[in-house]
């Protein structure tokens, strides 16, 4: 009972007091509203704030057990499969992205498996890129239209579907990778620092190397983070571990650290323009930073790895519905009829239950 | 890689843990800001510069976003609109992600006066660097629209 008082469960508890009370609010206000001609009907708006707050709940706890992050589910998918603006979307992508990255900051800074020399290093090179990224698209957004919503959807997809395929396979990850030669650049940052190592019940120092051409990557990844609202720990994980030799563990913790440090730049081209708009996008932060804290405290154990392959099918899925809708408004292809849709869904998820069975199998 | 062989808890840097602390508490603060913002928008739905009301019929209608404001709230005010608008319902709402989505500035300030004080210099110029970015992307100079 006592530890319900202490942080970090008085911090959530607080917050999911003032959550249940918010809503609570939000009913009974919009319960009572009369609706106005052209306007929503309140029950209507309630429906859409919890349900924003549900999915983002929702996304941050499977991100958790999935190890596959917030922004990678909920941009594709709005994009697909509703009908709100591309730049609307991906604005709120990336509060999503960041907002996950954030709330992930503090337990990782404090337990020491995270090292902030890394992340401030590539963050001065992540938010140049993700700064770039988001001016492009908003530049994109103004001048080319339909055809721009178009080719925005059709490259996530590509991007999307061969992320699907890297999650899948795996690529190429080095637990503890080995340094050889630790080039002058790299030893004058001075970026190692030792952390205990719980699995090993060890205190673990690693040196690094090719610092310099990290930087190169990082500001490709926050280029694409930046335009496509993406979360984007899926390339900086693999460029801090193949690259500079960052053991895995760390580089996963400071992806996180990083993506909310380095979005805090690439964010802003956003809300200075208005495509983040606060009451859109205030249920998806509270879910992030709600769901990811519950998810790391409760669920952060719990051996789940066949979650991972649903959540690559529900990318495959995304995938198959962002070609189609970019090929829509692109004029290639007319509407794609329920049926199709339904018929690749039953496709994919019986290939995702075969995975899953087997997965279980081979775990038994 | 080297490993120690008494397993002793290594110390962190003052920096790290500061930073750790600063975007943890402000990321909770912005997010209780968060939740209670939309409901003081839909209390007073005239109390907004979006009546929300009517904005997620825009929104779902596929609108861009200077048409949502445009059609909605007559003009986009500029993303600071919270500074003027403070009691408003989305105002209050802006306040509250603005201070989120600049929280790694009030961090690496402070990170920055850490590595200072540590005599850590190379790090206070580069936690300087960046907080820079954050307050020029802020600040909205350096923008292309």
């Known amino acids: ?153 059709l490259a996530l997809g590509v991007i999307l579907c061969s992320l699907a395929v890297y999650f899948l396979v795996g690529g190429k990850k080095i637990e503890w990778p080995e340094v050889k030669k630790i080039d002058g650049f790299t030893k004058w940052l001075k970026l190692s620092q030792p952390y205990y190592e719980v699995s ?36 900086i994980v693999p460029a801090q571990n193949v690259i500079m030799a960052v053991p895995l563990k760390v580089a996963a913790a400071n992806s996180g650290v990083l993506l909310g440090m380095g979005d805090c730049i690439g964010v802003w081209p956003y809300l200075l323009m208005g495509a983040i708009i606060p009451v859109f996008a205030a249920p998806w932060l509270v879910g992030q930073v709600l769901g990811g804290l519950l998810g790391a405290l409760i ?66 | 890689m080297s490993a120690e062989e008494t397993p002793k808890m290594p110390q962190m840097p003052r920096a790290q843990t500061v930073y750790g602390s600063i975007v943890y508490w402000i990321t909770i603060l912005s997010c209780i800001i968060c939740m209670i913002g939309p409901v003081i928008s839909v209390a007073k739905p005239d109390n907004n510069v979006l ?23 007559g003009e986009f005010p500029g993303g600071h609109f919270y500074l003027k608008n403070f009691s408003y319902g989305d105002g209050f709402t802006q306040f509250g992600l603005a201070l989120g989505c600049s929280v790694a500035l009030w961090a690496l300030i402070v990170v920055a006066f850490a590595y200072a004080s540590d005599k850590i210099y190379l790090y206070f110029g580069l936690a300087l660097w960046v907080a820079a970015l954050v307050a020029l992307s802020m600040i909205g100079i350096v923008g292309t629209h």
Request: aromatic share 14%.
């Open chain 1, 1 to 153: 009972m006592g530890k319900l008082f202490k942080s970090p469960w008085l911090e959530v508890n607080v917050m999911l007091l003032v959550l249940i009370i918010s809503y609570v609010a939000l009913a009974l206000i919009t319960g009572s509203a009369e609706t106005e001609p052209g306007a929503m009907s309140g029950g209507a708006i309630w429906g859409w704030l919890f349900g924003f707050f549900f999915l983002s709940f929702a996304i941050a706890l499977v991100a958790v057990i999935g190890g596959i992050g917030g922004g990678v589910l909920f941009t594709p998918f709005m994009l697909a499969f509703t009908p709100v603006d591309s730049l609307i979307v991906r604005a709120t992508g990336l509060i999503v992205a960041m907002f996950s990255g954030l709330v992930s900051t503090g337990p990782f800074m404090k337990g020491g498996l995270a090292n902030l020399k890394i992340c401030i290093f590539c963050a001065a090179a992540y938010g140049v890129g993700a700064f770039a990224g988001a001016q492009g698209a908003i530049l994109v957004a103004q001048h080319l239209g339909e055809t721009g919503e178009g080719f925005v959807r």
């Open chain 2, 51 to 73: 009546n929300p009301y009517k904005l997620f019929n825009a929104i779902f209608e596929g609108k861009d976003a200077q048409t949502v404001w445009k059609e909605v709230g």
């Open chain 1, 200 to 235: 090993l019940n060890k205190v673990i120092d690693y040196p690094l190397t090719r610092a310099g051409w990290v930087l190169a990557a990082i500001i490709g990844v926050g280029l694409l983070s930046g335009f496509f609202g993406l979360g984007a720990g899926w390339a």
């Open chain 1, 299 to 364: 669920l952060i154990r719990v051996k789940a790895g066949f979650v991972r392959y649903l959540l690559i099918g529900f990318m495959f899925f995304a995938c198959f519905g962002l070609l189609t809708k970019g090929l829509g408004m692109l004029g290639v292809i007319g509407a794609v009829p329920v049926w199709l849709n339904g018929l690749v869904f039953l496709v994919i998820f019986a290939g995702v239950t075969r995975s899953i069975i087997k997965f279980t199998r081979s775990k038994s």
